[in-house]
């Protein structure tokens, strides 16, 4: 059972980065063939989409990454769907900032923002051992400080 929820799991992870390429590669042809208009990243228009690009990284990433601590999964099924919650939270922001860096004419912070991700991302690789992990009941009687 646990093998199967890692299996699905994992799809849901690679899935993600597969859909990450796939939008910097049809952007990327999009530019080089110029069917894509730029837009200037000091507009208003740019600075409104840098500045939604950044604060759902800022509230997305440590939400995502804290999760399955704060609500604690008792079942299976139940760990399955926050943890594919957690790969949507935190590796979903890179498919949109890769978009925001191509149309703001490859502003180079956008696509730091996107690696920001993909870090986070990497930390929501689903194991059997971090499954484990977080299925295992606290102790209280280890202090926590």
Known sequence: MEE?????LNWIYYGLMVAAIVAYTGMYYA???GLLDFYDPNSQLGQVLQFAVIITALICIPLGLY???WKK???LPEYEQLAAVRIFIVGGNMIPAILIYFLLGCYRPMIWVAAISAVAWYFTKPTLGKMEQEMTPEDPNIPTY
């Open 4 to 8: 199967k929820i890692i299996r699905h």
């Open 31 to 33: 530019v080089s063939k």
């Open 67 to 69: 999760l399955i601590k």
């Open 73 to 75: 999964p008792k079942t």
